[in-house]
């Protein structure tokens, strides 16, 4: 019994030891993968300003999606040439967790 036991603590142990290794190398890329990535450019407020067309179309968009008034804090323009999958992905996920189930609610 008491070789049971010893086993039983021991594989434990090694699997604990191999998840703390897989944590750290997964920090150590993600860590690489920030280090090599482009900065992205920073949209400046008068940029924003310029583009009120843009503002007053995703407002109307708004409007008509909820059928209410909506007021628009803050534009993020994406100038990106590429969509990362993963992220895309995701984004569609909590997108389409977000909306009504059924048809015409």
């Known amino acids: 019994m ?48 310029k583009n009120e067309e843009i503002i007053l179309l995703l407002s109307a968009a708004a409007y008509v999606a909820l059928g209410k008034r909506v007021k628009i804090h803050k534009v993020h323009i994406h100038r990106e040439p590429y969509v990362e999958r993963w992220s895309y992905a995701g984004r569609m996920d909590i997108h389409l967790s977000h909306q009504k189930s059924g048809v015409n609610q």
């Open 2 to 49: 008491k070789q049971a036991f010893e086993v039983v603590f021991i594989s434990i142990f090694w699997v604990f030891l191999a998840m703390v290794a897989l944590t750290m190398v997964l920090y150590a890329l993600r860590g690489l993968g920030q280090i090599f990535t482009p900065k992205r450019e920073e949209v400046e407020e008068s940029e924003l300003n």
